[in-house]
C-alpha cells in the first residue's frame, strides 16, 4: 500500500505576553527545546511529508526556530490574529497543493507525541474527512465539547454556548484536527465570521463538514498529550510532565537513577547500558554518556561526551566539547571545556580545564588551571600521556606538556616542557631561622610600652 502523504500546518503566531516574556511564546523551553522545536520534531516522526509553519508579524526569530528544526518547512505570516481557521488559511499556498492528509497543530503543544498524530491520521484513511483530537480533562470547565452520535462527532460546543447538558459532556476538544486533503480547502473556506469577535474558527469545521455530507469523528488521547501553554505556571507543569517521561524512557532502557525526581534530563540525552545517575544532576542538550560511566551527584553537563566507565563529579561541571575518554575521572569542584580527556586520565578536585588536550593516564592536580584566554582569543593546552601536573599550578596557552613530563606545584609555566622531564616556574623558598620567635617577641614588647 503507497504510504499517504501529510501537510502539517503548525500555527506558531502566539506571543509571550502572557508568559510575562519579550520572548514569543513558542520559543520558551521544556527539558532543553523549544515548544516549537518539541511540536516539529513529533510532525517529522509522524510520516509528514511536508511542514508548514504559521508565524505572526515581525517573528523571524521563530522562524528561524522552524528551520533550524525542518529545513524545508515553509513559514507564512498571519498579519491579522483573527482566528484559527484564519490563521490556517494564510498557508493557503501550501493548503493548494496535493496531499492526502492535513495536520492542524499547536506550537505551544510540546507534550504532543508522534503516535498520537499518527492516530489522528487513522480514520483519514477509513473515509473520514475530518478527525477531532478529544480529551477528558479532570476539570472540563472552559472547554469547548465534543458532541457525539456514537462514533460520529455532531459539533463542537464552546462551553459559553453549551446546555446544561452539554457542559456535563467530559470529552472536550484538543484543538489539534486531521483533514483529508481532497475536501480541506473547500471546508476551511466555508468557515464564516458570523459571531461577537468576527474572527473564523475552526470549531466551525465539524458541523460544516456534516453539512457537505462528509464524515467527522474523533480520536482520544491523555490530557497530557495536549497541554497547551499560555503562562509561566503551564510551562513548569509541562517540563514535569516531560521530566517524568524522560525518566521513565531512561529507567526502562536499563539506567541507574539512584533519585529519579531530582535528576532533569534534556530531551535529547543518551544513555548507554549500565550507566548510574546520582541525585540532583541536570543534562543540557547534546549529551551522550557511554556504558558503565557513573554521573556523581550535583553535576552539570552540556553538549558533552562521557565515554565508557568514566566517573563525572561530585559538583562537576561539563560545558560544550567536554569529550572524556574510557575510564577517565573527573572530580568535584572541576570544569571542563572543549577539552578532550583521553583514556584514564584523571583531574579529581578543584581545577579548570579548557581548549586543551589531557592525554591517557595524566595527572591534573588539585587548583590547576588552564589559562586558556589572553583577553582576545583561546588559545590550546596539550597535556601528554602520563604527564604529572602539581596542585595549584596554571598553565599560560597556548603551551605543551610533554608525555611523561612533571609540573611542580605551584608552577606558572608558560614554555613547552619536553617529555619525561621536570618544569617548576616558582619563586626559590628562603627559610630564617628563628624569625617567627622574634617577631612574637617584638609584638608583645610594643604592647606592654603601650
Known amino acids: 500500500m503507497t504510504a499517504r502523504s501529510c501537510l502539517a500546518i503548525v500555527l506558531a503566531a502566539g506571543e509571550g505576553t502572557r508568559m510575562r516574556s519579550a520572548k514569543a511564546k513558542v520559543l520558551h523551553e521544556v527539558a532543553g527545546r523549544s515548544l516549537l522545536a518539541h511540536v516539529l520534531g513529533a510532525v517529522a516522526k509522524a510520516g509528514v511529508t511536508s511542514a508548514a509553519v504559521v508565524i505572526g508579524p515581525g517573528q523571524d ?67 473520514a ?5 478529544g480529551f477528558r480533562p479532570s476539570d472540563p470547565t472552559g472547554y469547548g465539547r465534543l458532541i457525539m452520535d456514537g462514533n460520529e462527532l455532531l459539533a463542537i460546543r464552546e462551553e459559553a ?21 481532497d475536501s480541506a480547502l473547500a471546508i476551511l473556506e466555508k468557515i464564516g465570521n458570523a459571531n461577537s469577535k468576527h474572527e473564523f474558527y475552526l470549531t466551525d469545521a465539524v458541523e460544516i463538514a456534516r453539512d457537505m455530507k462528509l464524515r467527522a469523528v474523533t480520536a482520544e488521547v491523555e490530557e497530557d498529550d495536549v497541554r497547551g501553554i499560555n503562562t509561566k505556571a503551564q510551562l513548569a507543569e509541562a517540563e514535569a510532565v516531560a521530566q517524568k517521561r524522560l525518566r521513565d524512557a531512561a529507567l526502562a532502557a536499563g539506567v541507574t537513577l539512584i533519585a529519579p525526581e531530582t535528576v532533569f534530563l534534556c530531551a535529547d540525552t ?27 551527584s550535583f553535576s552539570h553537563l552540556a553538549g558533552a561526551h562521557v565515554g565508557k566507565g568514566a566517573i563525572v ?11 572524556l575518554g ?14 578532550v580527556i583521553e583514556a584514564g586520565a584523571k583531574a579529581n578536585h578543584l581545577a579548570y580545564i579548557g581548549d586543551a588536550f589531557v592525554g591517557a593516564n595524566a595527572n591534573v592536580g588539585a587548583g590547576t588551571i588552564t589559562c586558556n584566554y589572553d583577553g582576545i582569543d583561546k588559545h590550546p593546552t596539550k597535556i601528554g600521556k602520563g604527564a604529572f601536573i ?47 620567635s622574634r617577631l612574637r617577641g617584638l609584638k608583645r614588647l610594643g604592647k606592654k610600652k603601650a
Open 61 to 127: 526569530e521563530v522562524a528561524a526556530e522552524a528551520k533550524r528544526i525542518l529545513a524545508d518547512a515553509a513559514t507564512f505570516t498571519q498579519h491579522e490574529r483573527r482566528g484559527t481557521a484564519h490563521a490556517v488559511l494564510a498557508a493557503r499556498s501550501a493548503l493548494e497543493k496535493p496531499a492526502d492528509d492535513i495536520l492542524i497543530v499547536y506550537g505551544d503543544t510540546p507534550l504532543i507525541r508522534p503516535e498520537t498524530l499518527s492516530r489522528l491520521r487513522a480514520p483519514l484513511a477509513q473515509g
Open 313 to 323: 563529579g561530585p559538583f562537576a561541571r561539563l560545558r560544550p566539547g567536554a569529550d
Open 129 to 133: 474527512a475530518l478527525v477531532v483530537l
Open 390 to 436: 602539581g596542585s595549584n599550578s596554571a598553565l599560560v596557552a597556548p603551551v605543551e606538556i610533554g608525555d611523561g613530563a612533571y609540573i611542580g606545584s605551584g608552577s606558572v609555566i608558560t614554555e613547552n616542557v619536553p617529555a619525561d622531564a621536570l618544569a617548576l616556574g616558582r619563586g626559590r623558598q628562603v627559610v630564617k631561622e628563628g624569625w617567627a
Open 161 to 181: 454556548d453549551a446546555s446544561e447538558s452539554e457542559k456535563k459532556i467530559g470529552l472536550c476538544n484538543a484543538g489539534i484536527m486531521a483533514f483529508a486533503g
Open 270 to 296: 543518551k544513555f548507554g547500558k549500565d550507566v548510574v545517575v546520582e541525585p540532583y544532576v541536570v543534562f543540557g542538550e547534546k549529551v551522550t554518556v557511554d556504558d558503565g560511566a557513573v554521573i556523581r
Open 326 to 339: 574510557e575510564g577517565a575521572h573527573i572530580g568535584n569542584f572541576v570544569e571542563i571545556k572543549a577539552a
